[in-house]
């Protein structure tokens, strides 16, 4: 039997951003390609470029699965908003990308899972905001993009929703790493799960039980913690069910 085939957008490098190498490159953090492998899945690495809607749904048309992964902030000017200091490493062209994407992964009903950044890009993708910078104000998030930056916090999950289903826990310790949560929510997503300051830690997609998305990083502690690998095996699952 075939492993689902599952796109994951990879973060764009400068040259020289990669040791001894002198061009431009795209990179995924192996860890969420370990837990998908884990899971039963194989991925697809894709580019971010240009792409129209009428391509992302092309594109997507080829595989069984989107996954979303963490990385650099999304341009506030999509939201609606100036950037504030402490954005960073904004690189367009990969937010129109996954928006794009995400926006044709909800009209072919295919299995999307949405991680950290992922997660913020569903909710600007259906109309909704960010808030820009919560360190200071909620701290115990950790910080994004800095060696040993993660921190542990708990997360509770609401009983009756389907992410409580899939990790089998109502409460759980889960990595973070960020500086960004959702702002407003966009219309037709429902939070199904918060950190003990309140803040969204995951949104259900009204009509659309196929996807996940969460803000800690699941991956991270998947090797040891069998509810947060259950998140990637449901996934890979649902993303085998789907396929064609």
Not at 23 to 44: K, M, N, S
Not at 166 to 176: F, L, W
Not at 198 to 223: F, K, N, R, Y
Request: glycine share 10%.
């Amino acid at each position: 039997m075939l492993k689902p085939l599952i796109a994951t957008s990879a973060y764009l490098l400068p040259a020289g951003r990669v040791g001894k190498w002198i061009d431009p490159a795209v990179a995924i953090p192996t860890v969420y390609l370990d837990a998908l492998g884990r899971a039963g899945g194989q991925e697809a690495i894709l580019r971010p470029t240009e792409i129209t809607p009428v391509e992302a749904a092309d594109l997507l048309g080829h595989f069984d699965g989107l996954l979303l992964i963490g990385g650099p902030d999304v341009d506030p000017s999509i939201y609606g908003q100036g950037a504030v200091e402490t954005v960073y490493g904004v690189v367009r062209v990969r937010d129109d990308f996954e928006i794009a994407l995400v926006r044709a992964a909800l009209d072919l009903s295919l299995p999307l899972l949405a991680i950290c950044r992922g997660h913020q890009v569903l909710n600007v993708a259906l109309g909704g905001d960010l808030d820009q910078h919560i360190s200071d104000r909620f701290p115990g998030h950790g910080r994004p993009g800095v060696e040993n930056g993660a921190e542990l916090h708990e997360i509770i999950v609401e009983p009756a929703s389907r992410l409580a289903e899939i990790m089998g826990v109502r409460r759980s310790v889960c990595s973070h790493h960020h500086h960004q949560v959702i702002g407003r929510l966009a219309e037709g997503l429902r939070v199904v799960a918060r950190a003990p300051d309140g803040l969204i830690e995951a949104v259900d997609v009204d009509d659309h039980p196929e996807v996940t998305s969460v803000q800690w990083h699941p991956e991270d502690t998947a090797p040891d913690d069998p509810a947060q690998q259950r998140i990637f095996d449901a996934f890979v699952t649902l993303s085998r069910e789907s396929s064609p």
